[in-house]
């Protein structure tokens, strides 16, 4: 069991605008309040930690250096805002459509838990002090997997799968306002740990 506790952070439409299969940085814009809410939860001591499906690799659409280009570009937008992400994991299968090697069912696509589980082992992470961040019944489902407390943010597809709820789940509008919600709840946690 880990002892540092995260944010898991799904990447399109929850920190930037929705759009398919991203690959080319000039497309990559951030959602509005996505770079303050990332520094506000880095501020309040979790560790940030992307975690994102990319089947468009699987599907042949792109390859990893083009990911790798739009996370680097991510890291340097949010250097300007002086925070940064901690890691980032991705899944680039799928077990329909995948080319070749990646056609697998494998354990790391969300809704399974498979990347944080990674990132748990990792990173030395506390999966029931963490959060997972989506904007997907997917992401939800993978944070609970896990042992996470899972939110819904209504950017991105997020409006759309807010009936599909598991009972329980919070939902905010963007990815700021849930940051909002989980640094005031892990300020009371504090405060009545003292």
Known sequence: MGTRKAVFLDRDGTINVEVEYLSRVEDFQFIP????????????????????????????????????????FMHEELEKFGVSIDACYFCPHHPEHGVGPYRIDCACRKPLPGMLLQAAH???IDL???????????????GLKAGCSSILVQTGYGAKDVARL???????????????????QSNEEKAGAK
């Open 122 to 124: 990792d990173l030395n």
């Open 33 to 72: 309040g996505a770079p303050l809410a990332i520094k506000s939860l880095k501020e309040a001591g979790f560790l940030l930690v992307v975690v994102t499906n990319q089947s468009g690799i699987g599907r042949g659409y792109y390859d990893e250096t083009a990911l790798e280009r739009v996370h680097r």
């Open 166 to 184: 598991p009972a329980g789940v919070a939902t905010y509008p963007d990815i700021l306002s849930a940051a909002e919600a989980i640094i005031a």
């Open 128 to 142: 029931a002090a963490s959060y997972m961040i989506g904007d997907k019944l997917a992401d939800v489902k993978a």
